[in-house]
């Protein structure tokens, strides 16, 4: 009876590990972001770069650079500390910033190396910020129903089947269809929290 409820995680947990990893191929790669929920985020250096960046505009705590980065991906992402901090201590170790005990917490600020190094990382520092951009806006896809999901890109495509057969009265047909949806659409809900008050 031991054995056997001993042997039972162990069954599981692989099998489970697989599950996750084929799924949807989110899994698999947040094994890199210690206690990271959904998509990997960061790509390998850019998180780096980014707190670097954040630390060069005002010297700040661990904490600050969380609840920024969040702000940057308008609330979709928040990065867990075991994201952070290890690459802070990476950072701090390479001499690009120093850290300040200051209250038992550390604040960090950039050293005159990191500014060089920031300079230097110009053109990757804007590849940062654009995939920060992208993701942002796949991780608020994520919130959609599917339904909703399928219907956009149904629309993506009616659009690009279109393409080259643009005349002023079309432009205007799809124009107005658009917009007509897209008010239904905002006064739909309107009415539906109107008639819950």
Known sequence: MKDHSHDHPHHHRPHFG??????DGFEKRTGRERGGRGPRVFAPGDLKLLL????????????????????????????S?????????????????????????KR?????????????????????????DVSKRSLRGHDRPPE???AV????????MHHGRWN??????VRDLLNDTAKAIVDGQQ??????E
Do not use: W
Not at 18 to 23: I, L, N, P, S, W
Not at 71 to 78: M, N, Q, R, V, W
């Open 18 to 23: 697989e599950h996750g990893d084929g799924r």
């Open 52 to 79: 670097l960046a954040l630390i060069a505009d005002q010297p700040c705590h661990g904490y600050d650079l969380i609840r920024q980065i969040e702000a940057l991906f308008d609330g979709a992402y928040s990065p």
């Open 81 to 105: 500390p075991g994201v952070i901090y290890p690459t802070l201590t990476f950072l701090e170790e390479s001499e690009l910033i120093e850290g300040d005990a200051d209250g038992g917490k």
């Open 108 to 132: 960090y600020r950039i050293t005159d190396a990191g500014q060089q190094f920031l300079t230097e990382q110009a053109v990757a520092l804007d590849g940062v910020k654009m995939r920060i």
């Open 148 to 150: 909703i999901h399928e």
């Open 153 to 160: 890109h149904n629309l993506r495509h009616a659009l690009q």
């Open 168 to 173: 002023p009265e079309e432009i205007l047909r």
């Open 191 to 196: 009415t539906a929290s109107e008639k819950s």
